[in-house]
């Protein structure tokens, strides 16, 4: 299994990103994913989630109504749509899929920083 995230980088306040996670060796219509980010000194926390057929997604009380997790089954990649960025939204993010209780991966992270 192989989550490869992009799309990270230097945004000012209010702009927007788009993150994707390209995935392989595992069949993606089967499994929901998950997007975490892990800001300095402070643990991982879950963003952003969409169940396996894409019909049903959570998202984080800090970012709901600005983020949007989505699924291209046709490239096995999931996105993370970020408007509105806000300089508490700097943080590494990283792509997350759970295959059994003992099997879950996770993918390199992603840096966004969101700054003037």
């Known amino acids: 299994v192989q989550l490869v995230e992009s799309g990270g980088g230097l945004v000012q306040p209010g702009g927007s990103l788009r993150l994707s996670c390209a995935t392989s060796g595992f069949t993606f219509s089967s499994y929901a994913m998950s997007w975490y980010r892990q800001a300095p000194g402070k643990e991982r926390e879950l963003v952003a989630q969409?169940?396996?057929?894409?019909?049903?997604?959570n998202y984080a009380d800090s970012v709901k109504g600005r983020f949007t997790i989505s699924k291209d089954y046709a490239k096995k990649t999931v996105y993370l749509q970020m408007n509105s960025l806000k300089p508490e939204d700097t943080a590494v993010y990283y792509c997350?899929?759970?295959?059994?209780?003992?099997?879950?991966?996770w993918g390199q992270g992603t840096q966004v920083t969101v700054s003037s």
């Open positions: 997350y899929v759970k295959i059994t209780l003992v099997r879950h991966y």
């Open positions: 969409i169940d396996s057929a894409g019909g049903s997604t």
